[in-house]
């Protein structure tokens, strides 16, 4: 269509009315790419063959270019997202056109996940925040692309494999600044009550926020929900103030100090959690020999 009309090539005239007018730095309509261009090859799953192979993802698209061709970065998808936002200062098209792309006009009633579909977007709320935006597909890469117009943010996640976690970890990060939003920064005087600890179950990070320390899970599609919190009772001593059945809760928690007074170590009821490194040589001196 755009080629009828224009009477041009249709990468050449999205490259001038939408990518360059956008300021899309870093953008291309279709492969090839320039020589000195870096690029992520692609990969599979490992489901087929117990491995993943590359897949080059660097061939013209042709036809499939307005759907799966453009050549970004996760910089640029979320400038350009960013832009189609009807609180944008700034776009290329007019606000009257944003509200009608990102508005739900049409719900998917056979998605596992509420969502509802505008003129060339997605929409659905996380947690109260309402948002639009788009996945994307192309063999060997997964990504999404987010905006949460009230709250003016933009997020884009890029994975070059099949089965990349773009969806879950892209709510990860809309989980965790929304908590971040609700709780308000940290105060001061919990700066070190922070940093990522490990046991031999797995890691936890501790997080502070507002007047209080969240335990998160990093290893969760939603690190900061229904997560443990520490009322911090001294500088160095907390009582786990919510928790799950399995979290402790009520008892007390506290920083294990060096000689030097660096946080060395996490106590969390009975249970010490250390640094990676730390963990990392026990484990092996324990475990390593054995098959």
Same mark, same amino acid.
Do not use: C
């Given at each position: 269509m755009i080629e009828a009309i224009t009477g041009e090539s249709w990468a050449d005239w999205i490259a001038r009315e939408i990518v360059a007018k956008a300021g899309l730095a870093e953008t291309i309509p279709d492969a090839p790419l320039p020589e000195d261009a870096?690029?992520?090859?692609?990969?599979?799953?490992?489901?087929?063959?117990?491995?993943?192979?590359?897949?080059p993802g660097d061939q013209p698209t042709h036809t499939f270019a307005p759907a799966t061709g453009f050549v970004s970065t996760a910089g640029d998808l979320a400038k350009f997202f960013a832009q189609l936002s009807p609180e944008a200062e700034t776009s290329i098209l007019t606000t009257a056109s944003r509200r009608e792309m990102?508005?739900?006009?049409?719900?998917? =009633?056979?998605?596992?996940?509420a969502l509802n579909y505008g003129l060339g977007t997605i929409s659905g709320a996380l947690d109260g925040w309402e948002w639009f935006g788009h996945s994307g597909g192309f063999l060997g890469y997964i990504t999404r692309t987010l905006v949460v117009p009230k709250q003016h943010l933009a997020i884009s996640v890029l994975t070059n494999s099949s089965d990349g976690f773009a969806h879950p970890w892209l709510d990860g990060v809309v989980l965790i600044l929304k908590a971040f939003a609700?709780?308000?920064? =940290?105060?001061?005087?919990?700066?070190?009550w922070?940093?990522?600890w490990w046991s031999p179950w797995g890691a936890v990070d501790l997080v502070p926020m507002g007047g209080k320390v969240l335990v998160a899970? =990093?290893?969760f599609v939603d690190p900061v929900g229904k997560m443990s919190?520490?009322?911090?009772?001294?500088?160095?001593t907390a009582r786990i103030a919510q928790a799950s059945a399995f979290g402790s809760y009520g008892?007390?928690?506290?920083?294990?100090?060096?000689?030097?007074?660096?946080?060395?170590?996490?106590?969390?009821g009975a249970a010490t959690l250390v640094p990676e490194d730390v963990l990392t040589a026990?484990?092996?001196?324990?475990?390593?020999?054995?098959?």
């Open positions: 870096s690029f992520a090859r692609g990969h599979s799953s490992r489901t087929l063959l117990g491995r993943r192979v590359v897949v990102s508005r739900p006009q049409w719900r998917d =009633p056979h998605s596992t996940l609700e709780a308000g920064a =940290p105060r001061a005087d919990l700066a070190d922070t940093g990522r899970m =990093p290893g919190e520490l009322e911090i009772t001294g500088t160095d008892e007390p928690a506290r920083l294990v100090r060096d000689d030097a007074g660096k946080v060395s170590a996490v106590r969390f026990e484990m092996l001196a324990r475990y390593g020999a054995r098959h």
